[in-house]
Nanobody
Framework: VQLQASGGGLVQAGGSLRLSCAASGSIFGISSTAWYRQVPGKQRDLVAEITSGGSTRYADSVKGRFTISRDNAKNTVPLQMASLKPEDTGVYYC??????????WGQGTQVTVSS
């Protein structure tokens, strides 16, 4: 199973982007899906997560601006990003976690927000 992240790009501050993460095959027992952000020299930090039950959590820095959802039919995980700020810049990775302890990562998509 491979995860394909897409939707990144260059946007001006205040703009919006929609990221998407699609799994190439079926992943059994998904417990949660999430988006992480990484900037050079720093660890990969959680941005948003949605559980199989539909519960969501967000990093404080993106609350009220980002929305994570799940399209079960298409097995995709969109991340709608609005009111983007330069500090949102980074490589965004999607992650599928299973209740069996497995984790699948996408290849990352670059988001650059200019001031």
């Amino acid at each position: 199973v491979q995860l394909q992240a897409s939707g990144g790009g260059l946007v001006q501050a205040g703009g919006s982007l929609r990221l998407s993460c699609a799994a190439s095959g079926s992943i059994f027992g998904i417990s949660s899906t999430a988006w992480y952000r990484q900037v050079p020299g720093k660890q990969r930090d959680l941005v948003a997560e949605i559980t199989s039950g539909g519960s969501t959590r967000y990093a404080d820095s993106v609350k009220g601006r980002f929305t994570i959802s799940r399209d079960n039919a298409k097995n995709t995980v969109p991340l709608q990003m609005a009111s983007l700020k330069p500090e949102d810049t980074g490589v965004y990775y999607c992650k599928f976690a299973t209740r069996f302890g497995s984790a699948y990562w996408g290849q990352g998509t670059q988001v650059t927000v200019s001031s």
